[in-house]
């Protein structure tokens, strides 16, 4: 079993839509979450790190569940711009790795 | 300075051919990182840099080399590589005794071996 499993998708949504997906993490001594985004051919971005009791930038909308070991990233009123792969990336406690989810593919449409 | 920068940023060798790819940051990270990415696959960590010391090598094959000459530097000396090899290589670094702000990444170094 992979330590980190994200659906990937491929989540295709018109623009101004609500798109949601989830990741699992098997090591219940995970200590730090985050979501990356990574467009095609470019490096992987911090998007936002995803607190105990929820987070929120703007139209993205991170959870954490502990007792079911899953982070959740939704995106309201997507632009065209979120079209990107979504990383999910644990950090499992006292341990330099980040440890990736195989990525979230979403592509928002005109 | 919240960048990581990475060169070059293309590169293809021949399977005889020596070079190395360098990361530099300039952000007092302690922590640095070797990654490498083959397409629509994530990142796979290679090495780990802590006070510059190697601390973790994911077993990854001694035609890759690196290097941590000082605290904002970062090289990967290549030598005799395969096609397989041919990926993105991405650089990253964190505050060592802090990662819960995540890592910042460079923009990477895509690799072609011939």
């Known amino acids: 079993r992979k330590e980190v499993e994200q659906d990937p998708g491929p989540f295709n949504v018109p623009e101004g839509a609500t798109v949601a997906f989830n990741c699992t993490y098997s090591?219940?001594?995970?200590?730090?979450f985050f979501w990356y985004r990574q467009d095609c051919r470019k490096e992987p971005k911090l998007l936002m790190s995803?607190?105990?009791s929820g987070n929120e930038d703007g139209r993205f909308t991170a959870q954490l569940n502990r007792a079911s070991q899953y982070i959740s990233l939704l995106i309201r009123d997507s632009k065209l711009s979120d079209s990107a792969t979504y990383l999910c990336v644990v950090i499992f406690s006292n341990d330099y790795k980040l440890s990736f989810g195989a990525g979230t593919t979403v592509t928002v449409r005109a | 300075d919240t960048e990581v920068t990475q060169t070059p940023k293309h590169l293809v060798m021949g399977m005889t051919n020596k070079k190395s790819l360098k990361c530099e940051q300039h952000?007092?990270?302690?922590?640095m990182y070797w990654y490498k990415q083959k397409a629509k696959k994530p990142p796979e960590l290679m090495f780990v840099?802590?006070?510059?010391?190697?601390?973790i090598n994911e077993s990854v094959p001694s035609r890759f080399s690196p290097e941590c000459p000082n605290s904002s530097l970062l090289n990967l000396h290549l030598h005799a590589l395969q096609p397989e090899d041919s990926a993105l290589y991405l650089c990253a670094s964190s505050q060592d005794n802090d990662r819960s702000y995540g890592y910042t990444f460079g923009s990477g170094t895509r690799l072609t071996v011939v």
């Open positions: 090591n219940s001594a995970s200590q730090s």
């Open positions: 952000m007092g990270h302690r922590a």
């Open positions: 840099y802590s006070y510059e010391k190697l601390s």
């Open positions: 995803v607190y105990s």
